[in-house]
């Protein structure tokens, strides 16, 4: 079982950055790929970034890569999105995932966090 918490959602201005964070408790929690997922209310939840259990080969959305950045820590269970340059498209609930050996399907991941709220004004 893992139990996972997000946090450093907020209000951004377009062009600016965040820092969202993934605190995970539990075990195994160095064997599971992280995900950063997020959702319009009405839309469907969309894959926005990954990192695999060693920290390598981070795998990311086209609509984000190049403005955002994902990161674990496995000594501190946690994981990180840099957000930057950020668009109102990119308004959303964010949620932080766990799941073995998953990719870009959320079906894949087994657990999730309750989500935090990025708000990006224009």
């Known amino acids: 079982q893992v139990q996972l918490v997000e946090s450093g959602g907020g209000l951004v201005q377009a062009g600016g950055s965040l820092r969202l964070s993934c605190a995970a408790s539990g075990r195994s929690f160095s064997t599971y790929t992280m995900g950063w997922f997020r959702q319009v209310l009405g839309k469907e939840r969309e894959f926005v970034a990954a990192?695999?259990?060693?920290?390598?080969?981070?795998d990311y959305a086209d609509s984000v890569k190049g403005r955002f950045t994902i990161s674990r820590d496995n000594a501190k269970n946690t994981v990180h999105l840099q957000v930057s340059n950020v668009k109102p498209e990119d308004t959303a609930v964010y949620y932080c995932a766990a799941g073995f050996r998953a990719r870009r399907d959320r079906r894949e991941y087994g657990y999730w966090g309750q989500g935090t709220q990025v708000t990006v004004s224009s």
């Open positions: 990192v695999r259990w060693s920290g390598g080969s981070p």
